[in-house]
């Protein structure tokens, strides 16, 4: 780590920006909560993908590629999962229409996450490959005297943990029965919160010590974090709406069930997002998937790139909340328009974005520094490697990508297809071919033939 900034980052268990310090150098563990499975995902959950694909970028930086371990679980055990395979595919047996709701979605995920510029985690555990590790957490917890089974249920006892809501502040003897909170007359507090719960025949299910039934929600990350990654881990990220219950609840279970301190050491969560100034929702019609932005023209009448999407993101500071709207994304664009494509080859990144990152990831100053970066390179091509190196640190701009000649002909087949189309004056069509190869990171440049004087048109890949 010699001539490596210190890496700072703000702890939402601490409310403050200190040095990170791994538990062990050589073994940096991140968990971060991924997806529930049951639809695909929308813009709101491409920001902490983003984000901690940025982190993580970063700890291999610092640390070396193999020293650090990333797990982001898929959750496919819901009852939200449950109530959409009966709607989708009512003809199948439960499990099967399970599966197949989540493989499909799960799968496009994976694609949308490639589609913004991120890497895999090392590990992507399902929660249904887990239960046994569940339930392993769940008898431990009442051994301990933290849970107990009521009503086919078994529940986590809060107050058998006296200093929980630490994470979100809260204290039980400041939240009055039923103010907030439903209160079931099997609970022995109206805080505690499910660990396992009864499956119907119509609902999935696994068997148990308390019958056939399914995980809570808590507990699935939970087990999935220390099978992967340890009792205690160095980070534990996601979305600012996760803080409570769900985070505060891991923390108790995992907790008290291993007798530790803390579950992770630092927390971080990223701020919320809204679409054109307004909370994002349905009934608003502001409601937009990754794979809408990518593949329709659902927002702003066109199809937007990855690598746009990923700026557009990164323009704001992961803790503040950030406006998702069409001005935001033209201003990425244009903005990338202005980088020049090219190889990091062995060149390290710039000073300017590693203390812009190490700084609690600020990829504003690291969008600026990059932007700096690009207009040198412009200049000097001897600075393009640097300046790529910059980019692919922050996930960016990919190296320039390798054409095989297949692809390219077909480029130029539909190139040629464009220039017909524009002298018979089908803007429209027209247009779409060069919609489409810009979402597929393809870029046309329109101008005249020097002799001629007529239209000609390049392309170069742009990620």
């Not at 993908?49 to 496919?76: K, Q």
């Not at 520094?369 to 040198?376: Q, V």
């Amino acid at each position: 780590m010699s001539g490596l900034p210190t890496l700072k980052l703000y702890n939402t268990l601490t409310r403050e920006k200190a040095d990170f310090t791994p538990i062990d150098p050589k073994n940096v563990r991140m968990y971060v909560c991924g997806p529930t499975v049951y639809d695909f995902a929308h813009i709101g959950n491409a920001r902490p993908v983003i984000v901690f694909d940025v982190l993580y970028r970063l700890l291999r930086h610092v640390y070396g590629e193999s020293h650090v371990t990333y797990a982001r679980n898929i959750t496919d055990v819901d009852d939200k999962i449950n109530a959409r395979a009966l709607r989708d595919f009512p003809d199948l047996p439960l499990n099967d229409a399970i599966r197949a709701v989540t493989e499909k979605t799960e799968t496009q995920f994976l694609d949308d996450a490639k589609a913004l510029g991120c890497l895999d985690p090392n590990v992507q555990p399902r929660a249904t490959d887990n239960i046994s590790q569940m339930i392993e957490i769940i008898e431990t917890l009442i051994a301990k005297g933290h849970a107990y089974a009521a009503e086919g249920e078994v529940l986590f006892d809060t107050r058998s943990m006296a200093d929980y809501g630490q994470l979100s502040k809260r204290n039980l003897d400041e939240q009055q029965a039923g103010a907030r909170i439903a209160v079931d007359a099997h609970k022995k507090n109206p805080q505690d919160f499910v660990l396992w719960k009864l499956s119907s025949d119509n609902e999935p299910g696994w068997e148990s010590p308390w019958g056939r039934g399914r995980p809570g929600w808590h507990i699935e990350c939970s087990a999935m974090s220390q099978r992967y990654l340890g009792e205690t881990f160095d980070i534990h990220g996601g979305g600012l709406d996760l803080i409570f219950p769900h985070h505060e609840n891991e923390i108790a279970q995992s907790r008290c069930a291993h007798g530790t301190d803390v579950m992770a050491n630092v927390w971080m969560h990223n701020g919320f997002l809204q679409v054109e100034g307004r909370k994002m929702s349905k009934s608003d019609g502001n409601f937009v998937t990754i794979n809408e932005l990518l593949h329709t023209e659902t927002f702003g009448g066109r199809k937007w790139p990855g690598p746009v999407l990923r700026l557009a993101m990164l323009m704001t500071h992961y803790r503040e909340p950030i406006d998702f709207s069409l001005k935001r994304l033209e201003e990425a664009e244009r903005l990338l328009a202005k980088w020049p494509a090219g190889k990091p080859a062995d060149a390290a990144p710039d000073a300017s974005i590693l203390n812009a990152l190490a700084d609690d990831l600020n990829t504003v100053a690291a969008v600026q520094a990059l932007h700096a970066l690009a207009s040198a390179a412009n200049a000097d091509p001897a600075l393009l490697p640097g300046f790529a190196a910059s980019a692919a640190l922050l996930g960016v701009l990919p190296m320039e990508a390798e054409v095989d000649g297949a692809v390219a002909s077909a480029v130029e087949a539909l190139v040629a297809m464009r220039l017909e189309m524009l002298k018979a004056k089908n803007f429209a069509e027209a247009d779409k071919i060069r919609d489409d190869l810009l979402a597929k990171g393809i870029q046309l440049k329109d101008g005249k033939d020097a002799v001629t004087g007529e239209r000609v048109t390049t392309w170069e890949v742009k990620r």
